[in-house]
């Protein structure tokens, strides 16, 4: 969790500095953004950690990131369907920030079956 919450401080550190320099990149609604992928890595962190047999790790860890995907999709089609201005570029941060996470999430699943390696 501590390595989340330092990953996490350090995007939202370049993208406000990205703010600055670019102002177009970044969408007003980025925080929301921030706020819905952190909250949905946090829910998948501690439902690996608590809630999952060891046996099914990585079948549970799949289906969660398929889980992930469509809500997603249904974070991106409320804010689509309800006109949000400027709309593409809302999308391109959503996905950039997504495949952060999705990239943080699958480093901290290296990380957690790395003891599991058998050695030969």
């Given at each position: ?88 570029t809302f999308v391109c941060d959503f ?26």
């Amino acid at each position: 969790m501590v390595k989340l919450i330092i990953y996490s401080i350090f995007l939202i550190a370049l993208t406000f500095f990205i703010s600055f320099l670019f102002p177009t990149l970044i969408h007003s609604k980025i925080w929301m953004i921030f706020i819905f992928l952190i909250s949905l890595t946090i829910i998948s962190q501690l439902g690996m950690k608590f809630f999952i047999p060891k046996q099914n790790e990585i079948i549970i860890f799949l289906g969660t990131m398929g889980l992930r995907l469509l809500t997603s999709f249904i974070f991106i089609a409320y804010f689509a369907f309800n006109h949000l201005p400027d709309l593409l570029t809302f999308v391109c941060d959503f996905l950039v920030l997504y495949l952060f996470y999705m990239g943080f999430d699958i480093y901290v699943l290296l990380i957690t079956l790395r003891p599991n390696l058998k050695k030969p």
